[in-house]
């Protein structure tokens, strides 16, 4: 470490560090927003599925200091996830927080929130707090005197900036590519819910809404002589007319997994094919699986009767819960907790990805089990699926596919990015790496 850093307790940086409220008011349907340890990310506060409190409760909570200012460090202090998240609030933030979060506000003349969000993100400080600061047996959590005790490492002013600007850059970049990867998928579900499950074209047209030479909102003039202009009767409701029903199973090609034995090293040691588990999904912000948590051997392999999966197969969680999906972006075998789908017909993954989206009702509905609910492939295969003419299924791909590879872009750029920053954290807050040579 550089011989001008100083090691002092997070209490002589701060000026004030506090928590959120220890008494939870009850939840109203309507109101302001409360929020916990749940609702922290790497990036700030997502209050997408914070709880409603009364306004008078929030305005109490509010005076007592429960509420965030803008430039406050925000860590998780209570829970199985203590010291695991960390951000920065950036913006003010309409919500109030719950004791399971600290809110630390650092000293300007001492120490930069953006520094101290990243020294408080590092692998090392994670480690070094949990070690020295972690209680509870029940429910591990830190308490307040013991961040003010904590030490860090602290350069000069000009050197946090410069450590905090490298840093924030490549965070900013991954977020910037997490929204864009939100607005690309909901996209990709409003285009498919009004093409084949409202048939919103069809009824642009039957109510003359929509007419040759015009454009709607989300429906070029160039479209309109792809979809019919009535909706017939079919034996599960109004379908347009021309297209048809099939099932699932006679449009993909439906097969699941399983598990090599994990008492047998020569099937996992040094293993080069991935091989995905529910988990892998469970981890995934977007549905784009770039690789496995664990990897098989070629004699591994040669155990699964599914083989490797190409690059395009749209996997589906059957149990533990029913329902993550992906797309396979890498040659990938599974185990026995999946439908895996190859799309070797005339549907596209894409299509198939976002039918599964919708259909995940009926899915559910057809599994089975007494200990925890599974969808077998014979019951899957059976499921109904409407299928359109094939000029509306290949302008369907050309649009939703040209959305999923610009989210596969993303994500992919935004793993090089963390790699990158996950290896210059530690190097840069211990002083290891000085800011010229990063």
Not at 222 to 247: A, C, K, N, Q
Request: proline fraction near 7%; aromatic fraction near 6%; charged fraction near 25%.
């Amino acid at each position: 470490m550089a011989s001008e850093w100083a090691t002092l307790p997070l209490g002589d940086l701060c000026l004030k560090i506090t928590d959120g409220a220890h008494s939870s008011p009850p939840s109203v349907q309507l109101g302001k927003q409360m929020a916990s340890v749940k609702d922290l990310t790497r990036f700030g506060v997502n209050l997408k599925d914070a709880r409603h409190i009364s306004e008078s409760d929030f305005e109490l909570l509010v005076k007592q200091g429960c509420q965030p200012q803008v430039g406050d460090v925000l860590i998780a202090k209570d829970g199985n996830s203590a010291l695991d998240t960390t951000c920065l609030v950036k913006e003010p933030l309409d919500a109030v927080l719950l004791s399971s979060v600290a809110i630390l506000r650092p000293n300007p003349e001492k120490l930069i929130p953006e520094f101290l969000k990243q020294h408080l993100s590092s692998q090392k400080t994670i480690e070094y707090l949990k070690s020295e600061f972690i209680s509870g047996a029940a429910i591990p959590r830190v308490i307040l005197k013991d961040f003010k005790r904590a030490i860090i490492n602290v350069p000069p002013l000009k050197e946090q900036r410069a450590i905090a600007h490298i840093l924030g850059t490549l965070d900013d970049k991954i977020e910037l590519n997490r929204k864009q990867n939100e607005t690309l998928e909901a996209m990709a579900r409003a285009l498919f819910k009004a093409w084949f499950v409202d048939f919103e074209p069809v009824r642009a047209k039957l109510e003359g809404r929509w007419q040759r030479g015009h454009s709607l909102p989300g429906l070029p003039a160039h479209l309109y002589d792809l979809f019919p202009d009535r909706l017939v009767d079919s034996e599960l409701g109004e379908i347009p007319e021309g297209w048809h029903h099939s099932t699932i199973g006679e449009e993909v090609t439906v097969c699941g997994g399983s598990t090599p034995s994990t008492k047998e090293p020569e099937f996992w040691d040094g293993g080069q094919h991935c091989w995905a588990t529910p988990k892998d999904l469970s981890a995934l912000k977007f549905p784009v699986l770039l690789d496995t948590d664990r990897r098989i051997t070629d004699a591994g392999l040669a155990k699964l009767s599914s083989g490797l999966l190409p690059v395009g197969t749209v996997l589906l969680s059957s149990r533990a819960p029913i329902g993550y999906l992906a797309i396979a972006e890498v040659p990938t075998a599974i185990n026995q907790g999946f439908i895996a789908m190859k799309c070797d017909g005339v549907l596209p993954n894409v299509f198939v990805l976002q039918w599964c989206r919708e259909s995940m009702d009926a899915i559910v509905g057809n599994a089975n089990g007494s200990t925890f609910q599974e969808i077998s492939k014979s019951n899957f295969r059976p499921i109904p699926v409407v299928m359109p003419s094939e000029p509306v299924l290949a302008s369907f791909a050309q649009s939703a596919d040209s959305f999923y590879r610009q989210m596969v872009e993303n994500e992919r750029e935004s793993r090089s990015l963390a790699q990158l920053r996950d290896t210059l954290l530690p190097k840069l807050i211990s002083g290891e790496l000085r800011v010229k040579g990063a």
